[in-house]
């Protein structure tokens, strides 16, 4: 038997197309799951619920690992139908970019890391565990950011989560510039992989929230593709600044000034993510499920 239109009863999503502002009815004491779930096959412009949506444990480091439970919310689950019929287009690629520059900083940082540890041996005179620590320590750091990060972006929202990464990779980036011993740059390293900990799974269920259901898969494997652009990143740098990885250059033409180049190496680094930070600021939006999980009307 065909299905009838949404009741009365059930929660009409009125507005969804600018984000991250979501503007929906609730109506109190809606049907059974099971009947909700029936009624949203016809919504919209009859577009159907893909059966992907019901599925579980889609995303990582999120609240919105069973998708059952939270697409039982009639708000949530017309916000789900509306971006599916949007489709995907300049919207969905800007978040992408919002989101990828965390792989991209991690992939600078951790390939200027291994160029730096033989200047930082010839400066420091480090022992090879010492060498071996400073390039491994970040590990450590991401993963102790993953345990925080579902909760923080359950608690205040991916984008809040995503824009304390980069703010934290930039500063600690930055300030690894400024060590002058092997125990300060190993707690430096270790920020900045707290700083990278915390932002990947927040950009892992971000964008599936904010793609189409069938796209979700392609658009993760995309964002893989910004670490390797990370590291061409710092290999650009490396060639500028100290290609032969002696520690010390000129700079400055005619004075020729000696500068430390691991130091400039660190600057270098650091820089995408106090740029993604400073993009994210002005365009990356909030999760719309998260929204409409919340109620946030206007």
Known sequence: SSLGPPTPRDARCVHVLHFPSIRCQRSPGGGAAAALRSRLQVVGRGARVPSAI????????????DDSALLSDPAVAQVQVRIDEMGFGGFQMLALLCTGGVMMSEGAEMLLMGCMTSMLDQAWGLTSFIRGLMVSIVFAGFALGNLVSGKLGDTYGRRPTILMSYFIMGTAGFL?????CAPVMICLRMLVGVGCGIGFPSIYALIPELCPTKLRGAVCACMIGFMPLGEMYAALG??????????????????????????????WGALPAFLFLALCSALLPESPLLLARRGRIE
């Open 54 to 65: 019901f599925s579980s444990g889609r995303n990582m480091g999120g609240g919105f690992n």
């Open 176 to 180: 690894t510039a400024t060590a002058t």
């Open 238 to 267: 490396v060639i500028l600044i100290d290609r032969n990885l002696t520690g010390r250059t000129a700079f400055g033409g005619k004075w020729q000034s000696l500068h430390d180049t691991w130091r400039v190496l660190c600057g």
